[in-house]
């Protein structure tokens, strides 16, 4: 069994910056790849990020070249670098681990309980 917790969320202005961390205990991250998804209120929740095991990362279009998804398994710690924020990044942030390298919410086993991003235009 793992647990995942997701802190870094917060409040900030349009263009601005977070980052997002997701320690993760009862298991290792190092077999795992690791997800971020989102879920603005009213939304389905949606793909943001996601690493395999390794470096090998791939993000949604709507994040690409603003968003950083990294690992550090020493720390069982995954980050998502968010830069260039924009209102309509504004959601609860999950992180999520899972023995894919998928987009898919459903091959996610794994779920940490959520920060909120509020970003404000």
């Known amino acids: 069994q793992a647990q995942l917790v997701e802190s870094g969320g917060g409040l900030v202005q349009a263009g601005g910056s977070l980052r997002l961390s997701c320690v993760t205990s009862?298991?290792?991250?190092?077999?795992?790849?690791m997800g971020w998804f989102r879920q603005a209120p009213g939304e389905e929740r949606e793909f943001v990020a996601t690493?395999?095991?390794?470096?090998?990362?791939y993000y949604a279009d709507s994040v690409e070249g603003r968003f950083t998804i990294s690992r550090d398994n020493a720390k069982n710690t995954v980050y998502l670098q968010m830069n260039s924020l924009k209102a309509e990044d504004t959601a609860v942030y999950y992180c999520?681990?899972?023995?894919?390298?998928?987009?898919?919410?459903?091959?996610?086993?794994?779920w940490g309980q959520g920060t909120q991003v509020t970003v404000s235009s």
């Open positions: 009862g298991r290792t991250i190092r077999d795992s790849c």
């Open positions: 999520a681990a899972s023995p894919k390298y998928s987009i898919l919410v459903t091959d996610y086993n794994y």
């Open positions: 690493i395999n095991w390794g470096t090998r990362a």
